[in-house]
Nanobody, 122 residues
Framework: QLVESGGGLVQPGGSLRLTCTASGFTFKSVYMSWVRQAPGKGPEWISDINPTHYARYADSVEDRFSISRDNDQNTLYLQLDSLKPEDTGTYYC??????????????????WGQGTQVTVSS
């Protein structure tokens, strides 16, 4: 199970920290990703992190977002800085790596959280 928290309403240029708490599987051994979905659009992979903390980012969030994990606490984080209105959407914690999420079959096979809403607006 994956449970996200930390979303909310923030002004452009602001920051948020999203948290995802994992249970029911060996968190420390798996890739984890953050995926977002804007209203009326498909899911967009934005970042993943491997068990040894190597992180990758989509170009759209590079240098503004930071993914991290605490394997002792089974927790995944996403720090969102310099937020823009186009960052608005539902953010999902997903047990999968980027390559898995590039196919519909992979998306269906992955474990997803319920999502947390991020709204960037003045």
């Amino acid at each position: 199970q994956l449970v996200e928290s930390g979303g909310g309403l923030v002004q452009p240029g602001g920051s948020l920290r999203l948290t995802c708490t994992a249970s029911g599987f060996t968190f420390k051994s798996v890739y984890m990703s953050w995926v977002r979905q804007a209203p009326g659009k498909g899911p967009e992979w934005i970042s993943d992190i491997n068990p040894t903390h190597y992180a990758r980012y989509a170009d759209s969030v590079e240098d503004r977002f930071s993914i991290s994990r605490d394997n002792d606490q089974n927790t995944l984080y996403l720090q969102l800085d310099s937020l823009k209105p186009e960052d608005t959407g539902t953010y999902y914690c997903v047990r999968a790596k980027k390559s898995t999420l590039q196919t519909m079959a992979g998306q269906l096979d992955a474990l997803w959280g319920q999502g947390t809403q991020v709204t960037v607006s003045s």
